[in-house]
């Protein structure tokens, strides 16, 4: 059972920095694509970043430059770091997990995931 708590949300001013976390646990997947998503009020759910086993990054347009996704495997733990962070970035932050590598640019769309976290909430004012 794939287990996903994200954490390391708050209230920040424009220009500030947050950094996200995710530890996982119970899957046993040489491949998989990891990723972090958001969904700002009377939003759909969007891809922001997304890793996988073998290291590849993929970012929306929108963060690129300004997040930087990375991965501890020993301690299972997923990472957003995000700079530079602006109003429209508020939102739910989202980790989630999928067997398989990443495929380019489609897996950050979100129907690509069958695990998903709880959330953690980011504001920027």
């Known amino acids: 059972h794939v287990q996903l708590v994200e954490s390391g949300g708050g209230s920040v001013r424009a220009g500030g920095s947050l950094r996200l976390s995710c530890p996982s646990s119970?899957?046993?997947?040489?491949?998989?694509?990891m990723g972090w998503f958001r969904q700002g009020p009377g939003k759909e759910r969007e891809g922001v970043a997304v890793?996988?086993?073998?290291?590849?990054?993929i970012y929306a347009d929108s963060v690129k430059a300004r997040f930087t996704i990375s991965q501890d495997n020993a301690k299972n733990t997923l990472y957003l770091q995000m700079n530079s962070l602006k109003p429209e970035d508020t939102a739910m932050y989202y980790c989630?997990?999928?067997?398989?590598?990443?495929?380019?640019?489609?897996?950050?769309?979100?129907?690509?995931?069958?695990?998903w976290g709880q959330g953690t909430q980011v504001t920027v004012s």
């Open positions: 989630a997990f999928s067997r398989g590598s990443c495929r380019g640019t489609p897996s950050l769309w979100r129907g690509y995931y069958a695990y």
């Open positions: 119970g899957f046993r997947s040489r491949k998989y694509c």
């Open positions: 890793i996988d086993s073998d290291g590849r990054r």
